[in-house]
């Protein structure tokens, strides 16, 4: 085995944990919405999931740890991913927030920097941010 066998592992690794998270945030509430399984689809085709890895992870409790990546925008990313999945069905519930902090924590977020990400990014997938916050996200 090559090296770069153990590095492409590594990362599929990180991609099947970081999917099983989101396919547990889809089903928290019990079922996962044909809109969530469009969701799913695609992130398993973006994470290079197979269709075994599919069915175990959507069959079995989460048993893969997070291992978070080495950057801050690769954790920013990671959330996002998990609060496109949440915002698919175009709200948030309590089990939702509560593995969400249990995953920003999990991805190396203090418990205060986690509350503070989550509460923006709910303001923001929800659609109520303020005209100045409109205004400062087109000019970036």
Same mark, same amino acid.
């Given at each position: 085995?090559?090296?770069?066998?153990?590095?492409?592992?590594?990362?599929?690794?990180?991609?099947?944990?970081?999917?099983?998270?989101?396919?547990?945030?889809?089903?928290?509430?019990?079922?996962?919405?044909?809109?969530?399984? =469009?969701?799913?689809?695609?992130?398993?085709?973006?994470? !290079?999931?197979?269709?075994? %890895?599919?069915?175990? &992870?959507?069959?079995? %409790?989460?048993?893969?740890?997070?291992?978070?990546?080495?950057?801050? %925008?690769?954790?920013?990313?990671?959330?996002?991913?998990?609060?496109?999945?949440?915002?698919?069905?175009?709200?948030?519930?309590?089990?939702?927030?509560?593995?969400? =902090?249990?995953?920003?924590?999990?991805?190396?977020?203090?418990?205060? =920097?986690? !509350?503070?990400?989550?509460?923006?990014?709910? &303001?923001?997938?929800?659609?109520r941010i303020d005209f100045d916050d409109y205004l400062y996200l087109l000019k970036k």
């Amino acid at each position: 085995m090559g090296f770069s066998d153990l590095y492409t592992s590594g990362e599929h690794r990180r991609n099947l944990a970081h999917f099983a998270a989101i396919a547990t945030l889809a089903s928290v509430d019990g079922e996962v919405s044909d809109r969530e399984k =469009k969701m799913l689809d695609s992130f398993a085709n973006k994470l !290079d999931i197979t269709d075994s %890895e599919y069915e175990e &992870v959507m069959r079995t %409790e989460n048993k893969y740890p997070i291992d978070p990546p080495n950057s801050a %925008e690769r954790r920013l990313e990671r959330l996002f991913d998990l609060f496109r999945i949440i915002f698919s069905d175009h709200e948030i519930d309590i089990e939702e927030m509560v593995l969400l =902090k249990k995953y920003a924590i999990g991805l190396g977020f203090s418990s205060d =920097k986690a !509350d503070d990400i989550i509460q923006r990014s709910v &303001v923001i997938f929800s659609g109520r941010i303020d005209f100045d916050d409109y205004l400062y996200l087109l000019k970036k």
